[in-house]
Structures are given as structure tokens and as C-alpha cells.
């Protein structure tokens, strides 16, 4: 007889049994040995029907296709400029890829993107050998200007997002500052004021912290209303 020895969002560690019995299937992060499925990392426990997986707690942002990510300019060359993704590949972004406008032979590129900026832009291909290229031509990619800059667990993104952007959205709402999330880990934002920056900061530290929590979304809500005075509706942010 199957039982399921694990629970959902529980801190998982390597070599510890999750489920036993035919009935289950291992996924990501883990493996089966005779009839038990074994956790092979240390992650938070994830079960979607009969499969169980691990979501990780550590590690590095892997680039993927179609991510939207926070780069920095980390070097200007010849034909573009090569950007920071915050993992273990650097990426490429080429003059045709940064801007419609013309930009002549032997302008110096340091005009449109210097050492040091940040950007918005979307990886469009990672090749076998991990070379990435990234664009900024599409809806919200762009250069950013001014605004602070927060590290995060490039694991928790999703939760600091939440279904449909629903988590993120409530702490723009209560803060009112402009926020994009790079699923590298990086994320920009922008407020009115320092006051309203620094509650916003200190709000996706807490969803970092804390994602592993049930009924996380429900507790940022009571919790920014106490400290904003603010209603705040939750909502699902268009893509």
C-alpha cells in the first residue's frame, strides 16, 4: 500500500524518504530506490497528482529562454554590450537588439547603455555551449533609471510574483512604487518617496523569507494594510 510520507512546502532534505509504494511518481529533485521515493537535494517539497518534486532552496539563476530578467551593463564592445545576468553565463546584447533607432558605425555605445546601468531585457536564445543572447526590443524592456536594486533568491521569484502577478501587485499597490522582477534573482524599483522604497524592500524580504508559508498572501495583506492604512484589493496582474 502507497503512502506519502512528505508535505507539501516541508523543508526536504538529501536521502530523506518522501513517499513509499508504486503509486507515486519522483520528479525533480528526486529519485526512487526500490519502492520509496528519496529526496536527492535539500528543497521544499512540491506535489502536483501522483508526483513529487523538489523545489530548491539555494543555487544559482540558470538562464532560460523567454525569461525576463534585470541585467548590468558589464562591459561596452564593438557590436553591443555584454550583460551581467547575475549567474554563472554572461549574456550579449547587440546594437540591434538594444534600440530602433539608427545607430551609426564608430558611435561611441557608452550614449545608450554605460558601465554600471541596469536594463530590463528578455533572454532569446541560450545555446548548448551557454552563450546567451539577450533583447530589449518588447513591451517594458527598457533601460532603468535611478531606483534601488534588490538580490533575491532566484528560487523564491515566483513566489515573490505570486499566481498571475498577485503577490507582487499588492505590495505596488500599498507602496506605489514601480517594481519589475527579473526571474534572475534582480529586481528594480522606484518609489515617490524613501519611506514607501524601503517598506516595499522590506516587503519582498519578507515574502523571501517566508515563502515556504501557507497562507502567505493572505498575511502580506493584513500586514501591509496595518502598516500603509491603505485597502488593498488582490488583483492578477496582466502579463
Not at 522606484?190 to 508559508?213: D, F, V, W, Y
Amino acid at each position: 500500500m502507497s503512502k506519502l510520507l512528505a508535505k507539501e512546502k516541508e523543508v526536504a532534505v538529501p536521502g530523506e524518504t518522501l513517499a513509499e509504494g508504486m503509486d507515486y511518481l519522483p520528479g525533480t529533485g528526486t529519485y526512487r530506490e526500490g519502492e520509496k521515493i528519496i529526496a536527492s537535494r535539500l528543497g521544499l517539497t512540491s506535489i502536483d497528482g501522483r508526483a513529487i518534486k523538489l523545489i530548491p532552496l539555494s543555487g544559482r539563476y540558470l538562464p532560460k529562454r523567454g525569461d525576463t530578467i534585470v541585467g548590468e551593463v558589464q562591459d561596452v564592445l564593438m557590436s553591443g554590450w555584454r550583460i551581467d545576468t547575475k549567474s554563472a553565463y554572461s549574456s550579449m546584447l547587440n546594437m540591434k537588439d538594444a534600440t530602433s533607432e539608427f545607430i551609426p558605425r564608430g558611435a561611441d555605445l557608452r550614449r545608450y547603455f554605460d558601465f554600471g546601468d541596469y536594463i530590463s531585457c528578455k533572454i532569446t536564445n541560450v545555446t548548448s555551449q551557454k552563450l546567451v543572447d539577450v533583447t530589449m526590443r518588447g513591451p517594458g524592456l527598457r533601460k532603468l533609471h535611478e531606483g534601488r536594486i534588490v538580490l533575491v533568491n532566484t528560487h523564491k521569484v515566483p513566489r515573490i510574483i505570486g499566481k498571475k502577478g498577485s503577490m507582487i501587485s499588492m505590495v505596488k499597490q500599498a507602496t506605489g512604487c514601480s517594481i519589475i522582477v527579473g526571474q534572475n534573482g534582480v529586481i528594480w524599483l522606484q518609489g515617490e518617496n524613501p519611506e514607501m522604497e524601503l517598506l516595499a524592500i522590506e516587503s519582498i524580504r519578507k515574502i523571501e523569507a517566508e515563502s515556504h508559508t501557507s497562507g502567505l498572501t493572505d498575511k502580506m495583506k493584513e500586514h501591509l494594510e496595518k502598516l500603509t492604512g491603505k485597502k488593498i484589493e488582490l488583483r492578477e496582474e496582466s502579463e
